[in-house]
């Protein structure tokens, strides 16, 4: 896990612990229906993009980026997504940036020259009780060979306002269950990967599977996301596995699974 990806998740497993217990329901609130009709229902959201260049410079100057999203009459949530973006870069280490905000004022006082940063946040999902919301990073440092992205889900109670961590979701004692069901999704995403299937054996030596609590919920089941070099080289950007709820029946709480 990258040092962004500790910081991020400290902040959702806070305001988890701050919400209490998860929700014991037994009533399914994944509906069996796609997300372009569930996403009617969803909490409501509006775009916020600009870019900035560094203040008073000339020349190469280094950018900041943000296409996030914010949520009207929900200061919840749109306080969450936007201390948790301001976390996704690992810059600032001495200090826990708490917002967007300032994050850019420190940002600009280390920044070099060509240095870029995206901030960026867009939902995977959403229905009357659930948002998932999947935030990403994305920064390159002046001189480095390419950039480096960092991905981290959101999924959130649209009814008590709080973050959903994974191990909610969960049964008692599923953890390994689960952990078993995504190292099978992760054998059929090997089965697409050409260099996988070239030599398998060789790829599994240099790309590891690793277990990953970043799920989020979607309407086809529980998707995990990886950062860029975490199973895979970087030229195959940040993997996707997907466990379908087929997978997960007694694994999952019947909250969590379509009726």
């Known amino acids: 896990m990258t040092r962004s990806s500790k910081s991020l998740f400290c902040v959702l497993a806070l305001s988890a612990a701050l919400a209490g217990c998860a929700s014991t329901d037994q009533q399914s609130r994944i509906p069996p229906l796609t997300d372009d009709v569930t996403s009617a229902d969803g909490v409501f ?9 560094q203040p008073d410079c000339k020349g190469q100057c280094a950018t900041l980026s943000v296409d996030s999203l914010v949520f009207p009459g929900n200061r919840e949530l749109t306080e969450l997504v936007d201390t948790a973006l301001a976390t996704m870069t690992g810059m600032g ?10 994050f850019e004022q420190h940002y600009w006082k280390t920044a070099g020259p060509r240095d870029e940063v995206l901030l960026a946040a867009k939902t995977r999902y959403r229905n009357k009780d659930i948002t998932t919301l999947e935030l990403g990073s994305w920064q390159y440092f002046t001189g480095a060979a ?19 961590a994974l191990d909610q979701m969960l049964q008692r004692g599923e953890k390994d269950a689960f952990i ?11 089965a697409t990967q050409e260099d996988a299937i070239e030599n398998l054996e060789r790829y599994r030596r240099l790309w590891p599977f690793q277990p990953s609590d970043n799920a989020g919920i979607t309407d086809k089941g529980i998707v995990v996301k990886y950062d860029a070099y975490a199973i895979a080289p970087y030229s195959s950007g940040q993997p996707e596995l997907l466990i379908p709820y087929s997978a997960l029946r007694g694994i999952l709480k019947p909250a969590y699974l379509p009726e």
Do not use: Y
């Open 45 to 53: 959201s509006q775009p916020v993009k600009w870019s900035k260049k």
């Open 180 to 190: 078993s069901a995504l190292r099978q999704a992760h054998t059929q995403w090997l």
């Open 93 to 102: 280490e001495t200090t826990l940036q708490t917002s967007i905000e300032d």
């Open 146 to 164: 390419h950039g480096m992205s960092a991905t981290q889900f959101i999924n959130w109670d649209n009814q008590r306002k709080t973050p959903i």
